[in-house]
């Protein structure tokens, strides 16, 4: 190598040492406070307006469903024809539909059987969902061949239609049922043709977390198969799942409301918003009265924005990358 | 280099490229700006190749980004000029630097694996960069696309280009990327760490290549590097960064025989791949050893060897053209060696050699086709009692390669670290942090560090980490499957300096996958070369390193970038 005398502006530069002080290599930051993931994402969370948003509407629902006195006097099932149709009036906000009866308020007490449906359908799809999902995705082989296919076989059927035929049998079986009874039969129904969903998503997610390094070294301490799948692998697989489930419960409450409309949901002795919508069916045609139809579809689009909503801001929360800069 | 003629030097007296006190900011949080490159000034000639060196985070990438107007999200040009052949591009408008890019500037970037679209035949990329730059069109462009794959020295180019990327290997993809860029011919070049995705020996094939083909050409390249000893292996002109700021820059020999800035002193007295050149590491290693043997016999009874594998085999079966068919791959063949206490084997390797596949196997992670491994002379495989196989994990304990996926996100140090106690159900809540504290202690991290969480740690810091996790059980025997690898240069010094330093305290048996022929002097004391699942060569790391018999390892030998200067040097 020769010594070339360096060109102009390649002469031999040394910055000053004061200007960039070494510091010590791979320093740990002492003061800064710790984060788990989970606290991380909440921080997130609390900074996007779509959270406080969607929360405001799913806390003043939760509201009504555990205090419904609280937003209305009247009671939902006392019946008049002399109301019929009767204009608003003191302490009947929208005033009355065919029966006599108060919209307000049947719109209010009919968000505890939409709400419950939801909530219950979404917590037995979520435990049928994980189950198959995490066994599927972690043991592989014939336990995912089997479970992947009769979750298929589940996913190929509609499942509004499939919800349909199910809860026509039982109605046939068990005519009269009490509120509890009727609410437990649409949840299976519901929850029955839904878990493939989750199912699919866990073990997508199980399939890529059980591969990581973290997994190997925690079998090499000695952790059994299954305390690895419990403390390890099922944690890291959770975010997508609980995006869908947030959505999952959206989509489960107007599917209530469909299958009420149509007369097979709820039966009609219970206040819910399906069965309201279902008697104002008629005066769609007539075009009079529209108040009867509007109000309690007003709260059921307003109760299922609010979860998809959520399902949207969690997701940008636990998923950073996602979001558009 | 020097072959340069000193006549250009003086006919070419215009800078092609002069970057005056550039300063690159991203815009964080509240507002905060983050200055990435803080007052940096370069200049490049035509035809001359220049590097920038520096870790990660000090700003090399986005110096070099800046140049091509290709800066991420919220960074900006702060101040400063970017003259390119004496016209301020930074100033200009965006079709400016749009119209420089690829046909006066080319970038080759550092991902061969993701910067190539999956669903474009290679050749089809390649001439969209002609077409764009307007250099050709049509049957023309195809002819052009074939002559630039043959130039970047891809044998059968005329069957490559018809090619999908994923049909390629990774070198072979880096080839068409740098055929892509050259496609313009354009006056600079920016490669972007081009290589550090690869193995060493195509980073040196596909290096050679570019060296020849820019020298041909005339092109000027900025290479942006983190590794000093291939900087200095290929560049005139050397730029270390640290912290955003040029601490040191000029003729790339005087730098490395002379740094004068302390972190360029630094790097000259750690990087591995200069470091290894050393004498000095050799009798340093040998020092450590007899101690840690010494350690391992006060304290262990059992015999000598370790650990003692014989022809271990390990045959994958790979799904077939049809469902029915089935291709056996043999991913390791007949590998025999042995692991005493106290010392070092280093198992070498490209990637896909069978390396890690081995770990995995010693690791009892996989089961082996045929073979054996002895672990303290009882045979691993017929451990079937679950309180045996648990006493044997206690023994050896991993130490794995990728640091952001060897811990638990969701755990934090302190619990990751305690895990192991846990789970062997070892000692009282306090007895268990107070071994947690202790270990942290060893490695060298503050105990602060036990309430957070693997993502707030940097690289290094979780690999200390993961190495406190494997010594929680006391273990005897710890395989690092390229613990190191994934590391900057000074970090990977320090945690092989931890690593030894453990060895000697406690007399741990390593066993020390890697690819980097250039960690193994400062750590290794018998090496077993791998090559397609074989053992080509087994011998101790001063034999190996003096007088390697295979051809292959004289391979991957040549290959530790900046062997060649030093070596001169130091006769």
Same mark, same amino acid.
């Given at each position: ?13 040394v ?17 800064a ?32 469903v ?9 009671d ?11 204009p608003p ?14 919209i ?7 968000a ?19 189950v ?15 479970f ?8 190929s ?58 997994v ?28 869908s ?42 075009g ?38 | ?6 006549s ?5 007296a215009?800078?092609?490229?002069e ?45 070099a ?8 999200g ?45 669903l ?22 195809d ?7 043959e ?68 092109i ?7 590794d ?66 010494e ?20 045959v994958?079966q790979?799904?077939g ?8 791959? /043999? ?6 060696? /042995?692991?005493q ?15 890690? /596949? ?41 130490v ?27 000692g ?52 690092c499957?390229?613990a ?19 060895q ?18 400062q ?8 090559q ?22 004289r ?6 970038p900046?062997?060649?200067?030093l ?5």
């Amino acid at each position: 190598m020769s010594e070339l005398t360096p060109r102009p502006g390649q002469e031999r530069f040394v910055a000053p040492i004061e200007e960039t002080p070494l510091r010590e290599i791979d320093v740990v930051d002492i003061d800064a406070a710790p984060e788990s993931q989970w606290k991380e994402a909440w921080k997130r969370l609390r900074g996007s307006p779509l959270f406080w948003v969607s929360s405001v509407i799913i806390v003043v629902v939760l509201i009504a469903v555990a205090f419904p006195g609280l937003f209305t006097s009247a009671d939902p099932r006392a019946a008049s024809l002399d109301n019929q149709f009767d204009p608003p009036s003191e302490g009947h906000l929208f005033g009355y539909n065919f029966q006599g009866q108060d919209i307000w308020a049947r719109t209010v007490y009919g968000a505890r059987a939409s709400v419950a449906v939801g909530v219950l359908a979404t917590l037995v799809t979520l435990v049928l969902g994980m189950v198959t999902g995490a066994l599927a995705g972690f043991y592989g082989g014939m336990v995912d061949t089997l479970f992947s296919r009769v979750s298929d076989i589940f996913f190929s059927i509609p499942l509004l239609l499939a919800a349909i035929v199910v809860i026509s049998v039982i109605n046939n079986l068990l005519p009269n049922r009490g509120f509890w009874t009727s609410v437990i039969i649409v949840v299976l129904a519901l929850a029955l043709f839904a878990w493939p969903q989750i199912t699919r998503q866990m073990r997508g997610a199980v399939l890529e977390v059980k591969n990581l390094e973290f997994v190997d070294a925690a079998t090499a301490i000695g952790a059994s198969k299954l305390t690895n799948l419990r403390r390890h692998i099922v944690p890291n697989a959770l975010s997508p799942v609980i995006v869908s489930a947030t959505i999952l419960l959206g989509i489960f409450i107007v599917s209530e409301s469909a299958l009420s409309f149509l007369g097979i949901g709820l039966p009609q002795n219970i206040v819910s918003w399906g069965n309201d919508l279902s008697s104002a069916q008629n005066l769609v045609r007539s075009g009079q009265h529209l108040v009867v139809m509007w109000v309690p579809a007003t709260a059921l689009a307003t109760t299922v924005l609010g979860f998809v909503l959520l399902g949207e801001a969690v997701r940008e929360a636990l998923d950073p990358k996602a979001r558009k800069s | 280099m020097s072959a340069e003629p000193t006549s250009t030097a003086s006919t070419s007296a215009v800078p092609l490229l002069e970057i005056k006190d550039l300063r690159v900011g991203f815009k964080g949080e509240k507002k905060k700006i983050l200055t990435a490159v803080d007052g940096a000034s370069l200049t490049i000639y035509p035809g001359q190749t220049i590097a920038i060196v520096g870790e990660s985070g000090s700003g090399k990438s986005t110096l070099a980004h800046a140049v091509i107007g290709l800066l991420p999200g919220s960074g900006h040009v702060m101040g400063g000029e970017i003259l390119f052949e004496g016209t301020d591009i930074n100033q200009g408008n965006r079709k400016q630097v749009m119209a420089l890019r690829g046909s006066s500037i080319g970038l080759v970037p550092q991902d061969p694996n993701s910067n190539l679209n999956p669903l474009w035949k290679v050749g089809r990329q390649i001439k969209e960069a002609l077409v764009a730059n307007g250099v050709a069109t049509g049957a023309d462009a195809d002819r052009r696309v074939v002559e630039l794959l043959e130039e970047a020295g891809l044998p059968d180019a005329e069957r490559r280009a018809r090619q999908y990327p994923h049909e390629f290997s990774g070198g072979m993809r880096q080839r068409a990327l740098i055929a892509m860029g050259l496609a313009a011919r354009p006056k600079l070049l920016i490669a972007d760490e081009p290589t550090s995705a690869l193995d060493v020996t195509v980073q040196k094939q596909i290096l050679d290549h570019l060296d020849t083909l820019t020298e041909n050409l005339g092109i000027a390249v900025m290479l942006i590097t983190h590794d000093l000893g291939l900087a200095a292996e290929r560049a005139d002109h050397l730029a270390v960064m640290y912290r955003g700021k040029i601490v040191e820059s000029g003729p790339a020999l005087d730098i490395l025989r002379d740094p004068r800035h302390p972190y360029t002193q630094r790097l000259v007295a750690k990087a591995p791949s200069i470091a290894s050149q050393r004498l000095s590491s050799l009798h340093e290693r040998a020092e450590i050893r007899d101690r840690a043997v010494e350690n391992a016999e006060s304290t262990e009874s059992g015999s000598e060897d370790i650990l003692v594998v014989e022809n271990l085999t390990k045959v994958f079966q790979l799904r077939g053209a049809r469902p029915w068919q089935k291709i056996d791959f /043999t991913a390791v063949d007949d590998v025999s060696f /042995t692991l005493q206490r106290g010392s070092t084997t280093a198992i070498v390797g490209e990637s896909g050699s069978g390396k890690s /596949t081995v770990a995995r196997m010693v690791l009892d992670l996989l089961p082996p086709t045929s073979g054996t491994i002895q672990f303290d002379g009882v045979d691993i495989s017929s451990l079937k009692a679950k309180k045996d196989l648990l006493r044997m994990r206690r023994r050896m304990q991993p130490v794995f390669q990728n640091p952001y996926a060897s811990l638990d996100p969701l755990y934090s140090i302190y619990q990751s670290i305690e895990e192991p106690l846990h789970t062997h159900d070892i000692g009282t809540r306090k007895e268990r942090e107070a071994k947690v504290r202790d270990l942290l202690d060893k490695v060298s991290l503050p105990t602060t560090v036990m309430s957070r969480f693997p993502g707030e740690l940097s690289g290094g810091q979780r690999q200390r980490v993961a190495v406190a996790r494997a010594l929680a059980l006391d273990p005897e025997v710890v395989i690092c499957d390229e613990a190191v690898s994934a590391l900057d240069v000074l970090v990977q010094a320090q945690i092989l300096e931890l690593l030894n330093d453990l060895q000697a305290e406690l007399g741990l048996a390593y066993l020390f996958i890697t690819h980097d022929l250039a960690v193994v002097r400062q750590i290794g004391d018998n090496v077993l070369v791998m090559q397609e699942g074989r053992v080509v060569e087994h011998a101790t790391v001063s034999e190996v390193f003096d007088n390697p018999r295979e051809e292959y390892t004289r391979k991957l030998l040549e290959a530790i970038p900046g062997g060649s200067i030093l070596l001169n040097e130091e006769v």
